[in-house]
């Protein structure tokens, strides 16, 4: 960043002078401990005095030991932490006026007029009403002679920016909640497992998830592993619904499916407003059924274990943001919460949030449930929209017949949630009336004929597989060109959708090429990313990333811990990407590394003395482990083994090193939920945008498509899914090392060394700012797929 920008920065966003409070107030999530290490240290960071309030808002009444300054070193080795160590409370004294003024006054014999607050929209609701009191609990104060006049004046307006720890995901104006990623983890861990012993019996299993008020969690979880029923209170079923259930749970039986799960919240009620029990469902299917029926209770399960990838990263930018949105409050500024909104945080006024929050209760309570669903947002309305799409098939006779032929098919390296997004595809494909067919082994298994419709019951459980079951192959298909045409020739393929990396992006290109030449190349063509390296051009994220973050931050977080109890150890870890740095830097930002080196950011020896200095200064004084993660491309002369060894050397009578090359791990292993739930909900949209081209350029008996915006790209652009015609993203990729020229993620790298404690220049020109709950969002057809 330019010294003007960073000149800015430190004149106008000081922190120095102003005392900073966090509190974590309610139910705990995971991810509470990562907000409040990055409130902590992104306060220090600016100058700022950071006090911990222990318990909530109990621990604010009550004073004393309850509120502590903070330390750089007391929020060290808690990033990978559940629940919350500073604990949290339900506090009946905060909630009246007396209790009020005692938290008003501990406050103020610190100095602490900035408060940041992690909890739902009960302890958010709570700190407003703080802040609305603030002037008149201070002249109570005054009054009682507690205080002076001048603390009074000098602490005369409180600031409030919250934070929303729950992972119900019930906080209206956010994507996402701090804590909901990670439950659904626990959910899936548990499907995942429940599956194998239903199919070896023959069962059927009914798990009940939390979500009292809200059906996200049951929602998104039927979605990542294809349940058979799923039962929430912002939609209930209609009238009869018993028997649709069990005619369904039947039918699938009947076709030879061994298992079946059906998702119950705890929250679910029917069109009368009475509740819909796990137990209730399950006597049911036994009764109508005779089916061998389990139930599963999931509980606090769901609260537990360690914050997932998304999690911590998501905490980490919220939190540095809450900071940052503290700075630059004025007196009049409305108490704001920090939300993310497609991939971008944004700053909405609380009480805003709150209210509309409120509404959806309101919506339900009334029985208008079609509201309900919208008030809760697009995000949840898509993953509604798209469950129903997917899991409820139409007879034949209700289907459209559209005469149209649509190929599916992976290309590059495998990544996870590849197969989620085939069986999207072709169950959305079958849905609007079309043959799908399945292509293996990428472009290679196309020109050798490996081509074979693909029907919707073929697809089953593939939500939950990693790897690609299509197969999968890196060839390009310039060279077989003649034989591709002829395949589509011989089998009428009207379409194509390509679901790969950056081999895919350039093979959608080459036979973009050779429609002058085939005119069987001129039909629609979309290419969905799906790549561990998330280097594909034209999209924020791709299908496989989060779940190789996730190999790389549970790996991080074993080799660290190993270290636990012996002397000071420093580990050097290389992660996949080729050039691309996203891995190296969004897993060294979720496992707390001290340094990533990147292609991206290029390095000198001096830049690794530096950070070996600065290591070796930290470990002097406080912390016992070292995490350092190097891209497996960053520099062709300074390896893995030359930063080992470099390290090694320099380290000596301070700290030992070791090395661990992570490899094809990161691509193995089962799909996260979020790759599961963005690779199934792009899929269908491509499916979608697939049908309309295909309508549009039927002429005269046939398929005829050459238009520039007839091969696209779908991805994710900060707040919304476009389709982005292959041709106009040539300019923003760099061929040779086969990346985007410009990356989003490369604004977090500041970031990630604030939090490791080196001083460098951070950028607010992208930061959020205050906007509206109510604002002209993207169009139906753009919506986030943010889950």
Not at 20 to 35: C, E, H, K
Request: proline letters at 3%.
């Amino acid at each position: 960043m330019a010294q003007s920008d960073n000149k800015r920065f430190f004149e106008n966003l000081t922190g120095a002078g102003k005392a900073i409070a966090v509190l974590t107030s309610g139910g705990d999530a995971q991810g509470m401990n990562a907000a409040v290490r990055a409130v902590v240290r992104m306060g220090i960071y600016v100058g700022a005095k950071v006090y911990f309030v222990h318990e909530g808002y109990q621990g604010m009444v009550d004073g004393g030991d309850n509120i502590k300054e903070a330390t750089w070193e007391n929020v060290s080795s808690m990033l990978q932490v559940g629940g919350t160590v500073i604990g949290s409370a339900r506090c009946k004294d905060f909630r009246t006026h007396e209790g009020r003024l005692k938290a008003a006054h501990n406050l103020i014999q610190r100095g602490i007029t900035n408060l940041c607050v992690i909890g739902g929209d009960g302890s958010l609701t709570g700190a407003n009403l703080f802040r609305e009191e603030w002037s008149g609990l201070l002249a109570e104060l005054v009054q009682q002679g507690l205080i002076d006049e001048d603390a009074a004046q000098k602490y005369s307006a409180l600031h409030i920016v919250g934070m929303v720890g729950s992972i119900d995901n019930d906080f209206c104006g956010t994507d996402m909640t701090i804590g909901t990623d990670s439950a659904l983890h626990r959910i899936i861990e548990v499907v995942d497992a429940i599956m194998t012993t239903a199919q070896s019996h023959q069962r059927t299993f009914v798990l009940e998830v939390m979500g009292r008020h809200c059906g996200y969690l049951a929602l998104v979880s039927a979605l990542a592993c294809g349940a058979d029923w799923v039962l929430i209170p912002e939609m209930p079923p209609e009238d009869g619904w018993e028997e649709k259930m069990c005619q369904k749970l039947s039918a699938k039986r009947a076709g030879m499916k061994r298992l079946n799960i059906i998702i119950v919240a705890e929250g679910a009620i029917d069109r009368k407003n009475q509740p819909i029990t796990s137990e209730h469902v399950k006597n049911l299917v036994v009764s109508r059924l005779g089916f061998d029926t389990r139930v599963t209770i999931l509980g606090h399960v769901q609260r537990g274990g360690t914050p997932s990838a998304f999690d911590r990263i998501l905490a980490s930018r919220m939190g540095v943001e809450a900071v940052l949105a503290l700075l630059e409050t004025t007196a009049n500024t409305p108490a704001c919460v920090v939300s993310l909104c497609g991939n971008q945080s944004v700053r909405l006024p609380l009480m805003e949030c709150v209210q509309m929050t409120q509404e959806v209760q309101k919506a339900m309570d009334g029985k208008r449930f079609e509201e309900a669903v919208q008030l809760r947002g697009r995000s949840f309305e898509n993953n509604l929209k798209t469950y129903k799409l997917l899991a409820h098939r139409k007879p034949e006779s209700e289907l459209p017949h559209s005469n149209f032929n649509v190929a599916v098919l992976n290309v590059g390296a495998p990544a996870a949630g590849m197969n989620a997004a085939v069986r999207s595809a072709v169950r959305v494909g079958i849905s609007e009336g079309h043959k799908m067919f399945a292509v293996n082994d990428g472009f290679e298994g196309f020109y050798k004929g490996q081509i074979k419709e693909i029907k919707w019951a073929d697809v089953g459980g593939w939500t939950g597989q990693g790897g690609s079951l299509l197969g999968t192959k890196r060839t390009l298909p310039a060279k077989h060109i003649d034989k591709i045409a002829e395949q589509m020739r011989k089998y009428n393929i009207n379409a194509l959708l390509v679901i790969g990396g950056f081999e895919a992006y350039l093979g959608i290109m080459e036979l973009l090429e050779a429609r002058r030449t085939y005119e069987e190349l001129c039909v629609p063509m979309v290419m969905v990313p799906a790549t561990v390296s998330n280097n594909v051009p034209g999209s924020d994220l791709s299908i496989g990333a989060d779940t190789a973050l996730n190999a790389i931050t549970a790996t991080c977080d074993r080799i660290k811990q190993s270290a636990s109890g012996t002397k000071r150890r420093v580990f050097i870890i290389e992660t996949m990407g080729g050039y691309c740095g996203y891995l190296a830097t969004v897993g060294g930002l979720a496992a707390g590394a001290d340094a990533a080196y990147i292609f991206e950011e290029p390095f000198d020896i001096r830049d690794l003395q530096a950070n070996v200095e600065h290591l070796t200064e930290k470990m002097k004084t406080s912390i016992q482990r070292g995490l350092v993660l190097r891209n497996e491309n960053s520099n062709e002369n300074y390896t893995t083994d030359f930063i080992y060894q470099l390290y090694t050397e320099e380290g000596k009578g301070v700290f030992d090193c070791r090395k661990n090359v992570l490899g094809h791990m990161q691509q193995g292993g089962a799909p996260s939920p979020f790759d599961r739930n963005f690779g199934t909900k792009i899929s269908a949209k491509a499916m979608q945008w697939i049908t309309k081209k295909l309508n549009e350029s039927y002429r005269r008996g046939r398929v005829f498509a050459n238009t520039e915006d007839s091969a696209c790209l779908l991805g994710m652009r900060r707040r919304a899914m476009v389709f982005q015609p292959v041709v106009q993203l040539k300019d923003e990729t760099d061929f040779v090392h086969r990346i985007p020229k410009e990356q989003w993620w490369l604004k977090l790298r500041p970031l990630m060394k604030i939090l490791a404690k080196y001083k460098t220049s951070y950028d607010v020109s992208d930061s959020g700012q205050l906007e509206h709950v109510v604002v002209n969002r993207p169009k139906a057809s753009e919506t986030s797929v943010t889950i």
